[in-house]
Each structure stands twice: as structure tokens, then as C-alpha cells.
């Protein structure tokens, strides 16, 4: 249902909520149509909102219509794939931060649902995709779980093995480059996973 989505144009920006207390904002409930027309924006940024919605795919579907071919997409979300939410995954079954206490049933009413929707960058690098856009960029917040370093470390080691086994050094550059976003320090250590999507002819898809 919402945390805040923006997209900003040649012309002018255009701040976009679902929040009322911002009657500067156009109105936007992102699980539905953008209230924007196809090729509107140079950039479209969405902040923690695609773990909101019931249908990520819909939502990023509309950032994609609303985006110039030569534009970009950033995107940040809860970081499903850290180390912590692993761990807590292992232990209770539940990703971090998409624990059953917060989620809301709005039936009918205009609330927001709390974070239902775990999304990993395999996903979003799949949903993009479709849309022909790319991982220009990915990175997350402050680094948090410092703890967890030595972890880090291990796994690493580990994945650039079972990379080589399995062969992807002689994969298609776009799958041997989205393993490597996998095991980036950022990625695997941050609360929320920071994202640019746009269009690269170098990559194969």
C-alpha cells in the first residue's frame, strides 16, 4: 500500500504518497495504476515500498511504464538476503523485519499493510528483466550486524568455490555478475538492499 514512491522528470519532480499529512504529494496507492503517464520520468525512485504491496511484480511494472527507455530505476527494500535474516530464517522460519506481528488486513480500509512481501534481488533482477532493465547498481544501508564479519568471510570463501565448480565462470555474463552482487560485503551485511535498474547493452540477457 505504501511508503513513499518519487519520480523525478526533466521538467520537475513529482513526490508521491499514500500519507495525507503531505497534501503537496500526489496521491498514489501502489497497488494500483500510477497516476502518471507511460515515458513521464528520467528517474523513478521507490523507498522501502515494494515490500508493501501484494503484488510486487504490478508495482514494478508501473515504474517500468512510467520510465523513459534511456531512464533509471532506484529502489531500496528490507535486505531478505543479509546474513541475520538468514540466520533468523534458519531459526524461526521468518525473514527478518516480515515477522507475522506487523502485517495488517486492511479490508476495504486505505492502511497499509506492513511488510508482506519478502522480495530477493534473483526476484527483482527476474521482474526487471521482463522490462529489459538491468543491476546497474547494488549496495545497501549502514553495515549493522558487524558480528556477523567473520561469517562473512566464510561464506564468501565458500560461494567463490561452489561458483567455480559449478562452472558459471563460462555462464552468461549477467548471471556470473548477479552472483557476484550476491556475495558483495553490502549486500550481505546491511539492514535494506539499495538497487539501480536501467538499461546496459553490454549485458546479455
Known sequence: MTSGCWAGGQI???????????????FVNMELPLPFKDASFDVVICLEGVEHVVEPYGL?????????SDGFVVLSLPNVQSLFSRLKFLFTGTFYQFEPEGRLHPQGRLLDRGHISPVSLVQLDYIFGEFGLVPQTVTGDRIKKKWLFPLYLVLWAFNVMALRIRGLRGSREDIRRLYGFLTHLRPMLSRSL????????KVGR
Open 12 to 26: 520537475g519532480n513529482d513526490c508521491a504518497d499514500i500519507n495525507s499529512e503531505r497534501p503537496e504529494y500526489v
Open 60 to 68: 514494478i511494472r508501473e515504474i517500468c511504464r512510467v520510465l523513459k
Open 194 to 201: 539499495i538497487t539501480v535498474w536501467g538499461k546496459e547493452t
